[in-house]
């Protein structure tokens, strides 16, 4: 599986802190935060999520799979759409922001897999596709929630809207791997 660049701790800081500023801009002005940088890992092209929580609860998370545009461009569309166009929420107030943190999962392309066994839970995320219906759930989501391999499987099958066994009978699995970083939880 190809890999996507790893960052370094200020390449990391550096992007929380942009995805910070632009929510902040966008829920003030409507305006998108202008941003320009030299540095090839943030210029690479690669998939990207931007996660909220609140008090440790999902507040929004979009993202994409695959991008043509810079990491640093992924990840400022991303924080817009989970801040303001996740359809599972109610767009975030400016009030809000404060109370809520950031986390990024910078994706490796997915490639497709034949057999279940190949997912290693905690490692990989995992996409399924079967006719219209697509699912994602990011390597994290296994981990936080205590899942084995199969509740995995069947949870990203809940996701693509299909039958928790969907993955048995036809649907494409494709896995990918994430560096995932974040903000330290706030006290609550």
Known sequence: MEETTQLTEAQKKQ??????????????????????TEDNALLQKAG?????????????CIGYIISDLPLY?????????????DPRFLPLDADELDQVTLE????????????AEEIEVGKHGLILTQG???????????TEQGWDRITFLQHTCFKAGLP??????????EVFSAQVFGEEEEPS
């Open 15 to 36: 992007l929380l802190s942009l995805v910070r500023e632009t929510i902040r801009k966008y829920l003030a002005t409507g305006k998108r935060k202008e941003f320009n």
């Open 48 to 60: 990207a999520f931007v996660t909220l929580k609140k008090k440790g609860e999902l507040r929004g």
């Open 73 to 85: 461009q992924t990840v400022i569309d991303a924080a817009i759409s989970a801040a303001t166009h």
């Open 104 to 115: 990024i999962s910078v994706l490796s392309p997915p490639r497709v897999i034949t057999n």
């Open 132 to 142: 219209l219906n697509r699912g994602l759930l990011l390597p994290q989501v296994a």
């Open 164 to 173: 928790p066994d969907a993955w048995e009978k036809g649907a494409i699995m």
